[in-house]
Each structure stands twice: as structure tokens, then as C-alpha cells.
């Protein structure tokens, strides 16, 4: 599997880009924001001739979906997320209280994603984690065969996810990493939200928040 990421919108959101040699391909958490930012991602795709196959949420934070909507207009894809991320606002309630208006509502999910669901594009396998407390129905995506895992806002390079905006919580936050993530094969590679990727082993013995915890 190739992983390509890219930084977008004033919150540096990651945007992931997973593919094989078969061309298919999956993105994570869209948040292409300006126009110049959704160019980058669509030349990236039109260059290695690529066919996205899902859009997929770990959760629906501003950050994480600002480029939804391109995505739908572009490829004609709606969004794939767990039902319970309609619990929080809508984009333009979110983005008014972050001071980033925006004046429309993106499409929504045809297609909800449960615990425990497999994506499968190309030859990959995505694992659906239910990993709640960050927002309502935070997903990770676990690959086992390429020993990594998606992890939205819920586990960063030594930090955890904020836990005072809707519906977060900080017990539930913690419960998830402990029983979904940190179970995992110390050697899989984390892919945050924000920031650089670190591993199942890093965190269990560097993240002070998990030390604590333990
Ligand atoms: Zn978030
Ligand atoms: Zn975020």
C-alpha cells in the first residue's frame, strides 16, 4: 500500500491518499480547503491515474471535511462515517465558532461505517475501529497487513484528542485508546489527524497522557 499525505486548511489537517497498484484508492479525512489545495490533491490523483473508490471520515470536524464536497462534485463520492458523528453541529454552525464561515452544508453520508466494518479497495483492507471520546463516533482505520492505523484526532505523536468539543469525552477518549489502539501490534505505525506519524510502541512508553493513565 502507498500512503500519500497531504497538510491542508488553516489547521494543517492530514489528508490521506492510500493506493495500490491497481490504481484503486481511498482518502481519509478530505480537508482540502482552497481552491489551490483541491487542485494539488486532484493533479496528485490525475497523475498516478488513480480511482477513488471512498471517501472516508474518521470523523466530522470542520478541519476533517472541508474538501467533501469538492470530492462529491469532482468523483461524485459521499462521505462514509459512523452514524453517531450527525450527533455534533453541522459544518456551518462548526465553522462560525472556529471564525471560518463557510455558507454551505457539504452531502452527507449515503453509507454509514460500523464497528468492526472492512473497506476493501485494490488490494487493501481497512478495519473500522469504534474509537469515541474525541467526537461521538470517532473511527480508526486499521490495516493489518500493512501494519498501520488511522487515527483521526483520537491518538496523535504524544498527545490524545481534545475532548471539550461536542460530545467529547475524556473518559470515553481514554477507554478507546486503551482497548482499541494500544492493543495493536506495537509495530503499526499511527497516521494522526495533525502532526507526524509515530507507532503503537512509541506511544504506550513516550505519550505522557497514556503514562498517566496506565
Ligand atoms: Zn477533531
Ligand atoms: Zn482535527
Redesign the pocket.
Known sequence: MQIKFFEFNPVFVRTYVLFDETKEAAIIDCGAYTDEEQQRLKKFIDTNELKVKYLLN??L?F??ILGNQFIYKTYGLKPQYHEMEELMPGLRKQTVVFGLPIDYEPVGAEHYIEDGDIISFGNIRLKALLTPG??PG?LSFYSEENDCVFT??VLFHHDI??TD?WGGSEETLISSIQNKLLPLPENTEIYP?HGPSTTVKEEKQHNPKIKIIQ
Do not use: A, E, M, P
Request: aromatic share 0%.
Open positions: 474518521t470523523h470536524h478541519d476533517h474525541h467526537s470517532s483521526g484526532d484528542g481534545r468539543l489527524g
